[in-house]
Nanobody, 115 residues
Framework: QVQLVESGGGLVQPGGSLRLSCRASESIASISTVSWYRQAPGQQREMVAQ???????NYAPFVGGRFTISRENTQNTVYLQMNALKPEDTAVYYC?????????WGQGTQVTVSS
């Protein structure tokens, strides 16, 4: 099973930016889909962005062009660049890998958007 470690969360003011990192224990080129999800208190976990090893990227409608997912194969890392952050983006952000039909999750990183 793929091991995933997220980092880069923190406290940021509305309108600010953060870059989240998800480092995998193996080559991400071998992982068909790497995704970022988030879960706010009392809410269901929801997909934020997806990246396939074929080059496709998908974003949830609420992203509205503010976030960008990218892969750095040489570092086995997937990034989520988040700009123009809003208080409603506050959540724990999780990295997810889908490989050969098996899903793996990281431990999550907290993002708090507040003045």
């Amino acid at each position: 099973q793929v091991q995933l470690v997220e980092s880069g969360g923190g406290l940021v003011q509305p309108g600010g930016s953060l870059r989240l990192s998800c480092r995998a224990s193996e080559s991400i080129a071998s992982i068909s889909t790497v995704s970022w999800y988030r879960q706010a208190p009392g809410q269901q976990r929801e997909m934020v962005a997806q990246s396939t090893n074929g080059g496709s990227k998908n974003y949830a409608p609420f992203v509205g062009g503010r976030f960008t997912i990218s892969r750095e194969n040489t570092q086995n890392t997937v990034y989520l660049q988040m700009n123009a952050l809003k208080p409603e983006d506050t959540a724990v952000y999780y990295c997810n890998a889908l490989k050969m039909g098996r899903r793996s999750w990281g431990q999550g990183t907290q993002v708090t958007v507040s003045s």
